[in-house]
Nanobody, 127 residues
Framework: HLQLVESGGGLAQPGGSLRLSCAVS????????IAWFRQAPGKDREGVSC????????YYADSVKGRFTISRGNTKTTVFLQMNDLKPEDTGVYYC????????????????????WGQGTQVTVSS
């Protein structure tokens, strides 16, 4: 299993930006996809963005397209989520997760395909 630790959450004003980081560690950094999910109070967990290592492709929820960008460092140890033009509806706990399964482009955010999850970092967007 991999260990994932998220950081970078906090309070931001509407229109502001935050950059989340996910540090990945383990005996072997063996994953084919990594994604960010979020969960708002009283709502189901939803996929936000996904990076397919094998396809070198990125995927975004419609609600964040054009505002969020997923990227990774030079190695597979760190993945980032740059969040711009934040809105109150972006509030929630953000989790990163890794998958050994090849990401299916039509369904990149199926939680069951993700094997390891971090503990989450809180993002609050409020004036």
């Amino acid at each position: 299993h991999l260990q994932l630790v998220e950081s970078g959450g906090g309070l931001a004003q509407p229109g502001g930006s935050l950059r989340l980081s996910c540090a990945v560690s383990g005996y072997t950094l063996d994953y084919n996809g990594i994604a960010w999910f979020r969960q708002a109070p009283g709502k189901d967990r939803e996929g936000v963005s996904c990076l397919s290592i094998t396809e070198n492709s990125t995927y975004y929820a419609d609600s964040v397209k054009g505002r969020f960008t997923i990227s990774r460092g030079n190695t597979k140890t760190t993945v980032f989520l740059q969040m711009n033009d934040l809105k109150p509806e972006d509030t929630g706990v953000y989790y990163c997760a890794t998958s050994l399964t090849h990401i299916v482009p039509s369904h990149p955010f199926v939680p069951l395909i993700y094997d390891d999850w971090g503990q989450g970092t809180q993002v609050t967007v409020s004036s």
